[in-house]
């Protein structure tokens, strides 16, 4: 069982899923190891979390390391006693993913096989890997349900498939690992107290960090990619998850890996069950925001899917997990982060 003296290394833990999923950890009493290289994060959100948990801050410790470097991850793990590990660290743009799919490759295979080698090498065999609902491809019907056949669009999207297979092979080589795979739709939204949240590096590839990037006046309209899909209104339609909601998956995951004796490898999907259009996103960021977002209507973005959206009966039954917020909650808490953080943790000059 989970006790307070737990040890959790979390890879990626500086990042956006990374930060809120550590500072819900640190609030449940957990001892906290993160390893990030910092290449699509910033240290100041580490600082930022030790802050909010407050005197549970002392028990964050950050090590900045590439996945990939096997000789400092041993040190750390040599260092430390970890009870599981929860593996954010990875690349995570399509779009660039097809330009450079051997960065990818490199990154989150190499990332993951080094994590996962150094893991069995100190014994520590439980973990919580960071999977997408891109494994479903593009989803013949919804709500996608764990048993949907499996799929890659892209090489990131490949990334997650292998590394998935690499963790059932692992689990059928020694059953003695317990794994789970958790498969996030559309995470959004942020902490309420606007302290920490998404700060994408660039031009953001997601609805949301594009919406709010245009409330604060960075960018001077949203491009809708498509408004023939057969939905309600002609746009898009997925399935977006609060931030919070997501990280406490993780918290109830890691006390399934220590409470349930013979879990093996097994997938959960970590979605609301309930599917929204752009249109419908947009209205709600206008009436948490109370700023108008200019709208450019055109064709379909290349490689995006219909309509997505989770079943969410799996998480509810075997992790006792449901998620809480709407999308109302969604949108007031992304606009606290943007508005009192508008150039993320950076400044206008670095917005260059
Ligand atoms: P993020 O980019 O904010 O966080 C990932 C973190 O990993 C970053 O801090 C980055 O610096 C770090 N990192 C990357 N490669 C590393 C390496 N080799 N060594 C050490 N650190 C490394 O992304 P996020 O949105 O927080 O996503 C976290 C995980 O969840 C990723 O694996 C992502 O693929 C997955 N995921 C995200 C979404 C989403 O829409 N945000 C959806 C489904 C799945
Ligand atoms: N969209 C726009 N304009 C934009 C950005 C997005 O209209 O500027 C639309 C898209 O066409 C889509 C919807 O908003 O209909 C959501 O798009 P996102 O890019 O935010 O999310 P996706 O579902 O397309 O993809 C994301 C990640 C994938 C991941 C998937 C499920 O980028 O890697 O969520 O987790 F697999």
């Known amino acids: 069982m989970a006790s307070s003296s737990s040890n959790i290394l979390v890879t990626g833990g500086a990042g956006y899923i990374g930060s809120h999923t550590v500072l819900q950890l640190l609030n449940a ?27 549970k801050g002392k028990n964050l410790t950050f090590h900045k390391i ?62 919580v890997f960071s999977s997408s609902a891109t494994v479903y491809g593009w989803p013949k019907e919804v709500p996608c349900t764990e048993e949907f056949p499996l799929s890659a669009a892209n090489p990131y999207g490949r990334t997650k498939l292998i590394i998935e297979e690499m963790c059932r092979d692992i689990y059928v080589s020694d059953c003695s690992w317990k794994i789970i795979l958790l498969r996030y739709f559309n995470p959004v939204g942020a902490h309420p107290s606007g302290y920490i949240g998404e700060d994408p590096r660039g031009t953001p590839n997601n609805l949301m960090p594009y919406i709010q990037q245009v409330a604060v006046g960075r960018r001077p309209a949203l491009t809708v990619y498509g408004t023939d899909y057969k939905t309600k209104d002609g746009t898009g339609v997925r399935d977006y998850i609060h931030v919070l909601d997501l990280a406490d998956g993780h918290i109830v995951a890691l006390q399934k890996l220590f409470k349930d004796s013979n879990i093996g490898c097994e997938a959960y999907n970590l979605g609301t069950g309930k599917g929204t259009s752009v249109l419908e996103m947009v209205a709600a960021f206008e009436k948490a925001s ?63």
């Open 29 to 55: 009493g957990f001892m906290v190891s993160v390893v990030d290289n910092l290449d699509n994060s910033s240290e100041i959100a580490i600082k930022r979390v030790t802050e909010l948990a407050g005197a």
């Open 66 to 127: 590439d996945l990939r470097d096997k000789k400092a991850l041993d040190g750390v793990f040599s260092s430390t006693k970890f009870d599981a590990v929860i593996h954010f660290a990875g690349l995570k743009a399509v779009g660039e993913s097809v330009e450079k799919p051997l960065l990818y490759y490199n990154n989150n295979l190499i990332g993951s096989i080094t994590l996962l080698e150094v893991m069995g090498a100190h014994g520590c065999k439980k973990l």
């Open 290 to 352: 109370g700023k108008k977002i200019p709208l450019v209507m055109a064709g379909r973005r290349p490689g995006d899917a219909e309509v997505v959206y989770a079943s969410t009966a799996k998480a509810e039954k075997g992790l006792n997990w449901k998620a809480k917020y709407g999308i109302d909650d969604m949108c007031r808490d992304q606009w606290n982060w943007a508005s009192k953080n508008p150039y993320g943790y950076g400044s206008p000059e670095s917005d260059k």
